[in-house]
């Protein structure tokens, strides 16, 4: 999978972008704040429906503008797809893949799968739970779109329960159960996702870990949900939707109690640990970085053998948060396939692009190589 073309206009700082990519490694250089990462943001827009930044699709059109346009260029062997996104300060987004219109954004899910590095990726492992969570849904849903709608339906009754569970006055408790059945449908199917792909994923890590530090700690991750009594892992998979069920059933006094919804996944914990202790409290900064990094290199990999095909690249500015023995261990196993790099500095050593691009004002020059 390959983007072989790029169009933008007014997206982030850019008027107009006209940009053919190679099918190995582009790297964009340049200052801070001249547009480098604004480009890997529009490839991935293309792949997710949104900013890797987390920021609304209003941030991404040019101030003055009313809309921002996205056209790429995708090809999987032999064949060739158009995406054209009209992407709006207000108002809904407009989609068209090989000029037909998508009804729905989540239609676009599977067009592009990327893999991106950013130097935010430390709080994968020192950060709150939701983030590990997103990374487990995100890396989901690339690989089989159709987590997703039970990713909207669990958020969408999540919130309908919890609106009903706070309104004033007595809770309406026939409407409370038709929206347990349908945490439970919806929950079940998401815990079960993630279960599976963990089990995909640990044997990555640990591959990963090794090749970016050159040891093999004792490394290990555990799924925790505190509706399923703790641990839950592959054994409990055929067992989730009773599990949750019967959870469900057991909290609600106090959930009648406390107004808001206790049971589900969005409060579970995935654990990484490192030589038997919790990474975000126990790792150093570096092993924490080895780890996220191991982290993005693990779901990568999983992508490529669940999918068929590597996913794209993007590199936004990685290696300037690397010492130098990690860096070089990054750049020796960095996966093969078409990769976008950022970078304010100097380009690492065993790095060896196809083409090089310097980045200024939202304009771009070619370097010689």
């Avoid at 995909?200 to 530090?213: M, S, T, V």
């Avoid at 206790?262 to 579970?268: A, M």
């Avoid at 070089?328 to 690492?348: I, K, S």
Wanted: hydrophobic share 40%; aromatic share 4%.
């Amino acid at each position: 999978m390959k983007v072989a073309h790029l169009w933008l206009t007014d997206f982030r700082c850019y008027r107009e972008v006209d940009l053919t990519l190679g099918e190995g490694l582009t790297v964009l250089e340049g200052a801070n704040a001249q547009g480098k990462t604004s480009l890997l943001e529009a490839v991935t827009w293309a792949g997710t429906t949104r900013s890797f930044r987390g920021v609304p699709d209003s941030a991404l059109v040019r101030d003055g503008a009313e809309l921002a346009v996205l056209r790429l260029e995708v090809t999987s062997g032999e064949r060739t797809q158009l995406l054209e996104a009209e992407i709006r300060a207000t108002g809904r987004n407009r989609v068209l893949v090989n000029h037909h219109a998508l009804a729905r954004a989540r239609e676009l899910l599977g067009f592009l799968r990327v893999t991106v590095f950013a130097p935010d990726d430390l709080e994968l492992v020192k950060g709150s739970p939701s983030g590990r969570r997103d990374y487990l849904d995100d890396l989901l849903v690339s690989m089989a779109p159709r987590y997703e709608a039970a990713r909207g339906d669990y958020e969408k009754v999540l919130r309908q329960r919890n609106a009903l569970l706070r309104a004033p006055g007595p809770v309406d408790l026939p409407t409370l159960d038709v929206f347990d059945l349908q945490l439970v449908a919806a929950g079940a199917e998401l815990v079960r996702g993630r279960l599976q792909l963990i089990d995909r994923l640990e044997p990555q890590i640990r591959l990963a870990y090794h090749d970016l530090a050159s040891a093999t700690p004792e490394l290990e991750t555990r799924y925790e949900a505190e509706w399923a009594g703790g641990d839950l892992d592959l054994s409990n998979v055929a067992d989730v939707g009773g599990i949750l069920e019967a959870a469900v059933v057991a909290a609600r006094p106090r959930e009648l109690e406390r107004r808001t919804t206790l049971v589900g996944p969005h409060r579970d914990e995935w654990r990484l640990r490192l030589r038997g202790l919790e990474a975000r409290t126990h790792a150093s900064q570096g092993e924490q970085r080895t780890y996220a990094l191991a982290l993005r290199l693990a779901g990568h990999h999983t992508s490529r053998e669940v999918v068929g095909e590597d996913p794209v690249l993007l590199l936004d500015d990685v290696f300037s948060e690397l010492d130098g023995d990690r860096a070089e261990a990054l750049v020796r196993h960095l996966p093969a396939g078409q990769t976008l790099l950022t970078t304010a500095g100097v380009v690492p050593d065993g790095i060896e692009p196809e083409r090089r691009l310097r980045v200024v004002e939202g304009r771009l020059e070619e370097v010689g190589t």
